[in-house]
């Protein structure tokens, strides 16, 4: 099962500054619905830890990711793959800076693959679930990247 997603938002601050903060694991990662923590293998690797609850199926999927592509200051884009009991997933997500007035333009776009058991327990609630997680993740992104320009993000 693939789930799509994808918009924009602007933000006032430079596009190097938002490229910055979209490459860091450290500060990208916590952002994340049901975030446990985070290991970074290197600038370009790094393992997620995230709580997942369908139905009866629960636990913590261990998500490893993947810094594809590094355009600085215009695209970054991330691949992952993770496994977490009944089922695996691999997703793509893309962010597409542009400098927009006194900030930036942050495209973003996405897909995640579902494979498995969950599939068929989950069923139709996954899409809306999924779709509702990464809305909450751009929700947090964007309030990050709102904060003053001096402060710790």
């Given at each position: 099962m693939a789930i799509k997603f994808a918009g924009a938002f602007e933000v006032r601050r430079t596009p190097e500054d938002v490229y910055d903060?979209?490459?860091?694991?450290?500060?990208?990662?916590?952002?994340?619905?049901?975030?446990?923590?985070?290991?970074?293998?290197?600038?370009?690797h790094f393992t997620v830890k995230v709580n997942v609850g369908i139905s009866y199926i629960k636990g913590i999927a261990d998500v490893k990711m993947h810094l594809a592509e590094s355009e600085r200051p215009r695209r970054a884009?991330?691949?992952?793959?993770?496994?977490?009991?009944?089922?695996?997933?691999?997703?793509?997500?893309?962010?597409?800076?542009a400098s927009a007035g006194e900030g930036t333009r942050v495209a973003w776009e996405g897909e995640a693959q579902v494979f498995g058991r969950l599939t068929s327990v989950a069923g139709g609630l996954?899409?809306?679930?999924?779709?509702?997680?990464?809305q909450k993740l751009i929700d947090g992104l964007q309030a990050a990247l709102h904060s003053p320009a001096g402060s710790t993000l």
């Open positions: 903060f979209l490459t860091d694991p450290n500060k990208f990662a916590p952002l994340l619905p049901e975030f446990r923590g985070v290991s970074v293998e290197d600038a370009e884009q991330y691949k992952g793959q993770g496994s977490v009991a009944g089922g695996n997933v691999s997703m793509v997500a893309a962010f597409d800076l996954l899409e809306p679930l999924g779709k509702k997680q990464v």
